[in-house]
């Protein structure tokens, strides 16, 4: 079945960085297009970044544009967040996401905090 396990969250300080991982099994990765997801306490789950299953294509929100990159390792069926340049309102549990067939596959997320 279909299985995403994220790591690489943690506390940072404001300005910092940090890049998390989400490893994918169950299904063929190189195929499908992946996305990072996050829910502040309190808010509504967003999308942060989507990249397309050849990596040729990148998207993601306006509150990270220039500060965050999302890759892909297609041999190693992991997709990445870089974050850098970190505010506390990136504060969040962080999910990657995948859409097979009409089902909505979540990994268990990833707790970022951002503080001083």
């Known amino acids: 079945q279909v299985q995403l396990v994220e790591s690489g969250g943690g506390l940072v300080q404001p300005g910092g960085s940090l890049r998390l991982s989400c490893a994918a099994s169950?299904?063929?990765?190189?195929?499908?297009?992946m996305s990072w997801y996050r829910q502040a306490p309190g808010k509504e789950r967003e999308l942060v970044a989507y990249?397309?299953?050849?990596?040729?294509?990148?998207n993601y929100a306006d509150s990270v544009k220039g500060r965050f990159t999302i890759s892909r390792d297609n041999a190693k069926n992991t997709v990445y967040l870089r974050m850098n340049s970190l505010k506390p309102e990136d504060t969040a549990v962080y999910c990657c996401?995948?859409?097979?067939?009409?089902?909505?596959?979540w990994g268990q997320g990833t707790q970022v905090t951002v503080s001083s």
């Open positions: 169950g299904f063929t990765f190189s195929n499908y297009a």
């Open positions: 996401r995948v859409v097979v067939g009409t089902k909505f596959h």
């Open positions: 990249i397309t299953s050849a990596g040729g294509m990148t």
